[in-house]
């Protein structure tokens, strides 16, 4: 069984920036793909940003392609969520996800993974 838990929303600035962690428990998050996703209010849960459990493959959405980056620190079972030059449309939860079998393209298919996180809050002003 893995334990994902979020940290690092908040509320900040058009333009701005924030980290967001992601870290599993339970078993070595190294073994898992890792993906991000969000939910805006009166919106459907959405893709974001995805790393697989090799470090090999990342996708993003194309709404985010040169503002975020993902990261991974084994050492820690963490996985980090970069988000600079922030929208105010970047308002959402942002949900973690862990899954020890998807890869490739599916890796932004929500459906496929199994380990969910609580969600943070991504407040962007205007």
């Known amino acids: 069984q893995v334990q994902v838990g979020e940290s690092g929303g908040g509320l900040v600035q058009a333009g701005g920036s924030l980290r967001l962690s992601c870290t599993a428990s339970?078993?070595?998050?190294?073994?898992?793909?890792m993906g991000w996703f969000r939910q805006a209010p009166g919106k459907e849960r959405e893709f974001v940003a995805a790393l697989s459990w090799s470090g090999a493959g990342e996708y993003f959405a194309d709404s985010v392609k040169g503002r975020f980056t993902i990261s991974r620190d084994s050492a820690r079972n963490t996985v980090y969520l970069q988000m600079n030059n922030l929208k105010p449309e970047d308002t959402a939860v942002y949900y973690c996800?862990?899954?020890?079998?998807?890869?490739?393209?599916?890796?932004?298919?929500?459906?496929?993974?199994?380990?969910w996180g609580q969600g943070t809050q991504v407040t962007v002003s205007s």
């Open positions: 339970g078993r070595t998050s190294s073994s898992y793909t």
């Open positions: 996800a862990a899954d020890r079998v998807v890869t490739g393209i599916e890796m932004k298919n929500m459906y496929e993974y199994e380990y």
